[in-house]
């Protein structure tokens, strides 16, 4: 009882000072065998998952090996004994099955769900267009509504734009990296952009027509088509909801194609409409 014990503590020590290196790493961390990952100071939760999985399954299998030297050499020793022969015995034989329900896990996972093994980004614990009161931010504070949104195929708002969308529900291939959202500048903004001399930007915020700025009152909502063969849902499950303006969506466009998961409708909020309910 006392050697499980030491074993769990030991372990959990392990996995706790992983799991700070997910959120605080200064060190290059090595790959982890079989899965590739690796971690960063960007690093979530689930890299940290898929890291401390492809290790374990490589300490296992030298554990494994270990166990088996150790269980031949016991058996060897152990000649015209055959109580300590069979504990011998034993240990190569749990050693044997430990490494193959390992190397099994992810064979099994895959069988019973494919979806159990393809670690994606967790998502946000609140739906940033329905909770924004949680966290109020100054452009919500300014009463000002989302008056529209301009969506960039590229990342660092680059590549082909969408023109100004307003909010509402766009059921359309959404082919798009990076956005922004724009309210009306209230009058001390305008006043402060005027003395400025103008100029395109205010504070580190775009401006359009001297009356657009931008700011965190617009957000989507993207789904993901779901149904059959015989019949198709394009704005059927909602996938993740993103505040704008942001320069990259990458976390958020985690689909399989092969299941044939697709975003063909979104939806343009305005988030003080929300927060005004």
Not at 19 to 44: H, I, K, N, Q, R
Not at 153 to 164: D, F, I, L, V
Not at 215 to 240: H, I, M, P, Q
């Amino acid at each position: 009882m006392k050697k499980k014990i030491v074993a769990i503590f030991l372990l959990s020590v392990f996995f706790l000072f992983l799991a700070d290196g997910v959120f605080a790493t200064e060190v290059d961390w090595p790959t982890a065998p079989l899965t590739g990952a690796t971690l960063a100071e960007d690093s979530e939760f689930h890299d940290f998952i898929a890291y401390a999985y492809g290790w374990g399954i490589g300490i296992g299998g030298i554990l494994t090996f270990v166990m088996i030297v150790w269980g031949g050499i016991e058996y060897m020793l152990s000649v015209g004994d055959p109580g300590k022969q069979g504990a011998a015995r034993g240990r190569i034989q749990s050693a044997v099955l430990g490494l193959v329900l390992l190397l099994s896990a992810y064979l099994i996972l895959n069988t019973i769900n494919p979806q159990l093994t393809q670690l994606r980004r967790l998502p946000p614990l609140w739906d940033p267009v329905t909770f924004m009161d949680i966290m109020p931010d100054e452009d919500i504070l300014q009463g000002k509504p989302c008056e529209f949104v301009i969506l960039y195929s590229g990342e660092n708002y680059t590549g082909s734009s969408s023109g100004r969308l307003s909010p509402g529900e766009y059921e359309e291939d959404f082919d798009y990296n990076s956005g922004r959202g724009y309210r009306q500048m209230t009058e001390g903004e305008r006043t402060r952009y005027e003395e400025a001399g103008g100029g395109g930007t205010l504070e580190g915020r775009e401006v359009l027509d001297g009356n657009y700025i931008e700011g965190e009152t617009c957000s989507l909502t993207l789904y993901y088509s779901t149904g059959a063969w015989w019949w198709r849902d394009a704005c059927g499950r909602v996938l993740s909801g993103i505040t704008l303006s942001a320069s990259t969506f990458d976390d958020y466009l985690q689909l399989d194609p092969d299941k044939g998961e697709e975003i063909e409708c979104y939806t343009v909020n305005d988030v003080t409409a929300t927060e005004a309910q």
